[in-house]
């Protein structure tokens, strides 16, 4: 017993302690801070629709009370969609779907928090709130009404309805038109009721569909953020059914029939034609005459065709008018509505006459005539008897005359006829009647109905035969002819053929040649033919005249007459060889500087004028070159100088002989040489421009005379005007007396300028002159300023010199060539002492140069004494 009770005991002690330890370990809880709290156990918690996907909307908060770590969890009923999410340490909630008041507007929740060994899961509802997402919507679409057009105005046509799922002032809606001043509906803007406008009623015949457009507007609200209002529209098709407003309406009015001659009692005059003007629903027509008929028409009452009831020759008027009556009949038989019109009958001839042309022996449609050319204008064709007529009375004997044919040569006179006329043909344009453009004419006269549908016509041929007349003066071919003829062409050569056609017939048209002017002389023409020939005595000589002009004329039976103006070019042959001035020609060649030869080729034309020169012959053959286009002979460029000359050709004597050719570019060419002797001399030591143009001027001596003369004139002139002006410059002194003035001038050592002829020899001085006398100290008899006092004070200036020679214009060699001197010329202006030049090797060429200037101008003169010698023989 004892052990069992022990057992008891220390069972029931285990169990104690177990029990107090399992009571110490509490659950987890929420927290509960109330529905504006965004942490705690989402009790009552509501977020809005729009909130967007992965925003975080609230946080759990809960504790244990042992203080141990909680996690927290988030589910959903099976089945449904889930929308959160929870993170399960920070208990924040988040959005993962997308929220829709409209399609669920609360959303179960189970929420849990766990300590580990306890977890307490709590059921809550999560309220979605309306956000303006939802535009309104109409209901009951298409809108279609039908409407009668005798509907009064203001009248109800229609309840347009539209509803907007949102809540609030998002789903409150209200009605507009759109442009509603373009229609002529309203609508209530809060009951969508539709109605007629109080201005303009509906009408059929105007418009039989009307299509309105109403808009349904939301009261707005917030959506994301932002507060917006959102709209939708229908339109609304109102079809007009028509009424029986509108009276019977005729087609085709005004109405106008016709009775002709010959119409018989039954004829139809004309059908007239209504309809309802209601056409919606159309009521048949009915017709009678109301009055104008006078018993002579008759209508049909449904066909509403219009017939004659009597003979036109028992009918006492021309014109009727016959009022006639449209009538409705309702659906039974009653008369409703009508309308009247008028149709104007007209009594009238028939036209079945067409209009006549007659002649003399009746109609007639043809009409011949022959006169001459180019008759006066405004003149009548008085050889054309011609009448036109029609049958017909009235309107129908009107028709119109017209002349159709070549240009605007005639016109027809009357343009208008009525019944019956002369025609008259006038000549319109004179000129244009030409017998060398048409030998005959040939013209249609058309008269033709004005006012009548059938517009009858008639036509008749008009045949004008034209004679000539001499109207025309021949004509050239060409205002000009230009011909080329050789020059060694023999007499009664042909020159050129020149043709004139004169258009007149026969003998007018026949034309004769002949020329004349101051060129005509060497040249004869062939009368009928206009071939022109040089006369048979006629020598050509381009180099003479190759150029000659006349004019040639063509002239008629009668004298009239034309001009053509011909040129005549006389073509150079190469029938001249170049020549030489002389076969043996000498010359002087200074190294560095060329020798020129020319030959010249009397042709009168290129290239048969155009001489090349080359060296045909030269022993040794590599000192000279010659310029095929000038004839320029230089020395090869290495020789620089008279020892390289020496040593190519091993000889002290310079002295060559060249065989040159002159060949023209004739074809065939011409060609003749010459011997050229070349002297070859070392540039001399003179400097200057003078020496330049003298070594230069050594083949014309009467160019150096020239200018040698012209230079004495400049001093001449010179000096006498420096002595007049002196002379005056005294004579203006009203205090001097007769005594002459000597101005006594300071001695200078002045080195006297010498002027050197060209023809004196250098060892004579050349002569001086004085410009102004030995000036001696004189007294002053008149006491006046005009003696020259040297007491303190310095010297007078000098008198007025003569001045000195102007230089001669700067020479420039070619490039290549040296520079190499020639002779000059001096003057002197110094006083009377004579003072004799040092004899230097300047002046000795110098003296060279004027004995070879002065023998080249006595060999001249010589030989042009001998050619007059010649000539007066």
Not at 3 to 31: E, G, M
Not at 596 to 613: F, H, Q, R, T
Not at 629 to 645: F, R
Request: hydrophobic share 35%; with cysteine.
């Amino acid at each position: 017993m004892m052990k069992n009770d022990r057992k008891v005991h220390l069972s029931f002690f285990l169990t104690l302690v177990r029990v107090c330890f399992v009571q110490a370990d509490y659950a987890p809880y929420f927290f509960d801070y109330g529905v504006s709290s965004g942490n705690g156990n989402m009790a009552l918690f509501s977020l809005s629709e729009d909130t967007p996907v992965g925003t975080q909307i609230y946080i759990l908060n809960g504790t244990d009370p042992e203080g141990q770590p909680v996690r927290y969890g988030l589910t959903f009923e099976p089945g449904s969609k889930e929308y959160f999410k929870v993170d399960h340490t920070s208990g924040i909630v988040s959005v993962i779907e997308e929220l829709d008041r409209e399609t669920q507007d609360e959303i179960e929740v189970l929420i849990s928090i766990s300590d580990g060994p306890n977890k307490v899961v709590e059921k809550v509802r999560v309220f979605v709130t309306d956000a303006n997402d939802e535009r309104p919507t109409f209901r009951n679409l298409p809108f279609i009404v039908d409407v009668p057009e005798d509907t009064p105005l203001g009248s109800s046509v229609y309840k347009v309805e539209a509803v907007d799922r949102d809540t609030g002032a998002g789903g409150s809606v209200t009605y507009f038109l759109q442009n509603s001043h373009q229609t002529q509906f309203a609508i209530d803007r809060h009951s969508g009721v539709l109605r007629i406008g109080p201005h303009d009623t509906l009408d059929y015949e105007k418009s039989r569909t009307h299509f309105i457009t109403v808009v349904a507007k939301d009261g707005g609200g917030t959506y994301k953020g932002k507060e917006q209002v959102m709209t939708s529209s229908a339109t609304v098709t109102i079809n007009v059914i028509d009424a029986q407003d509108t009276p019977p309406i005729f087609v085709g009015a005004p109405y106008f029939g016709y009775v002709y001659e010959v119409s018989v009692p039954g004829s139809e005059i004309y059908t007239v034609f209504a309809k309802d003007g209601d056409q919606g629903n159309p009521n048949p027509i009915r017709y009678s005459i109301v009055n104008g008929a006078d018993g002579v028409f008759s209508i049909n009452e449904t066909s509403g065709c219009i017939r004659l009831l009597a003979y036109p020759a028992h009918l006492k008027k021309e014109r009727y008018e016959v009022k006639v009556k449209a009538t409705e009949l309702g659906a039974e038989g009653q008369k409703q509505d009508f309308s009247a019109t008028v149709v104007t009958v007209r009594v009238v001839d028939l036209n079945n006459h067409p209009p006549t042309f007659y002649g003399e022996n009746g109609p007639q449609s043809k009409f011949e005539l022959t006169m001459y050319e180019h008759p006066p204008e405004g003149e009548i064709l008085r050889g054309l008897k011609i009448t036109v007529n029609d049958s017909d009375q009235g309107v129908n004997a009107k028709f119109n005359l017209r002349l159709v044919g070549p240009g605007t040569m005639l016109r027809v006179i009357p343009q208008t006829v009525l019944n019956q006329a002369q025609v008259t043909i006038i000549v319109e344009d004179s000129a244009a009647i030409d017998y060398e453009q048409f030998h005959f004419l040939t013209f249609k006269l058309l008269a033709v109905e004005i006012d009548t549908p059938e517009r009858f016509s008639a036509t008749a041929d008009i045949i004008i035969h034209l004679l000539d007349t001499n109207d025309n003066s021949p004509k050239f071919s060409s205002d000009y002819y230009i011909a080329r003829i050789p020059e060694n062409s023999p007499g009664g050569s042909n020159v050129i053929s020149v043709m004139a056609t004169d258009p007149d017939s026969g003998r007018w048209g026949e034309v004769k040649y002949s020329i004349y002017g101051s060129g005509a002389d060497l040249f004869l023409i062939h009368s009928t033919s206009g071939i022109i020939y040089t006369q048979p005595w006629a020598s050509l000589d381009a180099e003479a005249k190759s150029k000659y002009s006349f004019y040639v004329k063509a002239e008629d039976t009668e004298g009239k007459y034309s001009l053509a103006e011909v040129f005549v070019t006389v073509l150079d042959l190469n029938d001249h060889p170049p020549e030489f001035n002389q076969d043996f020609l000498e010359k002087t060649m200074v190294i560095g500087a060329p020798v020129k030869i020319e030959a010249v080729d009397d042709d009168a034309e290129e290239p048969n004028n155009v001489i090349e020169y080359s060296i045909m012959k030269a022993d040794p053959d590599n000192v000279f070159d010659i310029n095929a286009d000038t004839g320029e002979i230089k020395l090869k460029p290495y020789i620089k100088s008279l020892e390289i000359v020496q040593n190519i050709t091993k000889q002290k004597d310079c002295t060559w002989s060249l065989v040159v050719q002159a060949r023209d570019r004739g074809s065939p060419s011409f060609s003749t040489t010459t011997v050229v002797k070349i002297d070859i001399t070392e540039a001399t030591q003179l400097k200057g421009p003078m020496a330049a143009f003298l070594m230069q001027s050594r083949e014309n001596p009467i160019k150096v005379l020239g200018v040698i003369a012209g230079v004495i004139s400049v001093i001449v002139v010179m000096t006498i005007v420096i002595s007049t002006v002196m002379f005056m410059r005294n004579k203006k002194s009203n205090r001097i007396l007769p005594a002459r003035r000597i101005i006594r001038k300071r001695q200078r050592d002045r080195r006297p300028l010498t002027f050197r002829l060209p023809f004196r020899r250098p060892d004579n001085s050349a002569d001086k002159f004085v410009v102004a006398d030995p000036e001696k100290e004189l007294e002053n008899v008149n006491h006046n300023n005009n003696i020259s006092i040297n007491i303190g004070r310095p010297p007078p200036p000098p008198p007025p010199c003569a001045p000195a020679m102007p230089l001669p214009p700067q020479y420039h060699p070619w490039p290549s060539q040296g520079r190499w001197p020639g002779p000059t010329h001096s003057g002197s202006v110094a006083s009377r002492a004579i003072r004799k030049p040092i004899r230097t090797r300047e002046s000795s060429l110098n003296s060279a140069l004027v004995s070879e200037l002065k023998m080249r101008l006595e060999k001249k003169m010589i030989e042009r004494k001998m050619q007059m010698a010649v000539d007066d023989n």
